[in-house]
């Protein structure tokens, strides 16, 4: 081996001690802005992945994920997909008190509830946490200032605004560690604006101010929280790199057919042949790459088509989608769409079904819905009452299912009116109490209640019809 060749395999041992030495010197601090980022890195710092394959660096902002919902149709997907299957059926409240029923349903009807539940959930996944702020005519001039009346009526709730972090930035915060909203907001500085978007042309025209409101009207909605009860994790956060990923590999097959279609050209020009106009030959060339010209005028030159197919990016996405499944804990189905009636969808299915239950259950439920409902009953809106809800079931059931379903449960009801009878008890049970009794779904209709109480009837043991 000559010596030029060892010299070289020296140098080359020698950057590799030299990226490995502990006496390197400190990584600049340039590189250390971002939160994180040094999980990405390589060989003390010196290589960082992130930076190498294009990663956003440092924290990323509120604008970021915004421009990402509003312009990514799959980080859409993400931030979209549970709040619209948590919401798409309605909850029942339950209550001994009909009139409390009632009149939370007035309300929630006359407030368009439903779809502002929807639109709150949605928005406070784009950034950190988002709000609702509740329009309430309750005699005070200042928003600053606290909700302090305890005898409003329903026609005093004028409205319900759902409010991105943008919208509602946490101003202060209570610091007293003694009182029971220690490290929540006090205030929020909201922003008030009217703003007219031209479809046509984009152009946007707003006027508006901010203003500042107090907590007790405004409804907080953070998820997956992490160090407090203020900000959760951003629904785009964990996966944002995948979603740049999924980018690249869309854009870069798009231009690959786009530069397919135009072919690329060779012009081969025999070094023996004098060109008439150079400029002129130039000029029609670009052209033919512009798409402007079709033909040409060769003399001693000959053109090849050298391009070649794409590859197939298939397989490159799908590890994009699986890694964003994976990340999110969902079927790969939900970001990508399914055919319906195959075996591995309906497992998918009832994965799902059972994330969204549990989502209802212990988030939507408490951090919205009795939020506000208990909002209403501290300002004398609605009776201090005991009530429930309860969230239909979202797992489909077939009629067969269905029809043992209905059987089992009139067996049981049976046993259990017999039980009351031997007590001393009433020998009827009317339908509220036989749904609470066997905690069946608010989505089974009245009819297959009375029938089940009907089943009940005519089977009844002859010893107790006597009774």
């Given at each position: 081996m000559?010596?030029?060749?060892?010299?070289?395999?020296?140098q080359k041992r020698k950057r590799k001690q030299n990226l490995l030495s502990a006496d390197s010197p400190p990584v600049p601090?340039?590189?250390?802005?971002?939160?994180?980022?040094?999980?990405?890195?390589?060989?003390?710092?010196?290589?960082?992945?992130?930076?190498?394959?294009?990663y956003k660096q440092g924290p990323i902002s509120f604008s970021e994920y915004d421009k990402?919902?509003?312009r990514h149709g799959l980080a859409s997907r993400i931030i979209e997909a549970q709040p619209i299957d948590t919401w798409k059926k309605r909850f029942i409240i339950e209550s001994e008190d009909d009139d409390f029923i009632k009149e939370t349903e007035s309300i929630f009807k006359s407030l368009s509830a439903w779809q502002n539940f929807t639109q709150a959930d949605i928005i406070a996944g784009i950034g950190a946490y988002g709000a609702i702020l509740i329009g309430v005519n309750d005699g005070v001039a200042k928003l600053s200032d606290p909700v302090t009346s305890t005898d409003l009526e329903s026609s005093d709730l004028l409205y319900l605004r759902p409010l991105t972090q943008d919208y509602a930035q946490v101003k202060t915060v209570n610091a007293d560690?003694?009182?029971?909203?220690?490290?929540?907001?006090?205030?929020?500085k909201v922003k008030v604006s009217n703003i007219l978007t031209d479809p046509s042309t984009g152009s946007i025209s707003s006027t508006g101010s901010e203003i500042t409101v107090h907590q007790t009207r405004i409804i907080h909605i953070a998820e997956k929280l992490k160090n407090d009860r203020i900000f959760g994790i951003p629904r785009l956060q964990q996966v944002f790199d995948y979603l740049?990923?999924?980018?690249?590999?869309?854009?870069?097959q798009a231009e690959a057919y786009w530069r397919l279609v135009g072919g690329v050209l060779q012009f081969n020009i025999d070094p023996?042949?004098?060109?008439?106009?150079?400029?002129?030959?130039?000029?029609?060339?670009?052209?033919i790459i512009l798409q402007m010209r079709s033909y040409i005028r060769t003399k001693g030159m000959e053109i090849k088509n050298v391009s070649k197919d794409p590859s197939d990016p298939s397989n490159h996405y799908d590890t994009v989608i699986t890694a964003i499944a994976a990340a999110k804990g969902w079927p790969k189905r939900k970001l990508t769409g399914s055919e319906r009636g195959d075996l591995s969808s309906t497992q998918d299915?009832?994965?799902?079904?059972?994330?969204?239950?549990?989502?209802?259950?212990?988030?939507?439920?408490?951090?919205?819905?009795?939020?506000?409902?208990n909002r209403f009953i501290d300002w004398g809106i609605l009776a201090d009452v005991n009530y429930d809800i309860t969230w239909p079931s979202l797992f489909v059931v077939d009629d067969k299912t269905k029809s043992e379903t209905i059987k089992n449960l009139a067996d049981a009801t049976k046993a259990y009116e017999e039980a009351r009878l031997m007590a001393g008890g009433a020998p009827s049970i009317s339908q509220r109490e036989f749904r609470k009794v066997f905690s069946l779904p608010p989505d089974i209709p009245d009819e297959d209640i009375q029938a089940m109480m009907e089943m009940l009837q005519r089977d009844r043991m002859p010893d107790v019809q006597g009774v």
């Open positions: 000559s010596k030029s060749k060892n010299r070289l395999g020296y601090s340039s590189r250390m802005g971002g939160i994180g980022d040094s999980m990405y890195w390589q060989f003390g710092g010196r290589r960082d992945i992130s930076q190498e394959v294009g990402q919902y509003d560690p003694k009182d029971k909203r220690f490290g929540l907001p006090e205030l929020y740049f990923d999924a980018l690249k590999i869309t854009a870069s023996t042949t004098q060109l008439d106009d150079k400029e002129e030959t130039s000029r029609q060339i670009d052209e299915e009832s994965g799902w079904n059972g994330l969204i239950e549990a989502r209802q259950e212990q988030f939507a439920e408490p951090v919205i819905v009795r939020a506000l409902i």
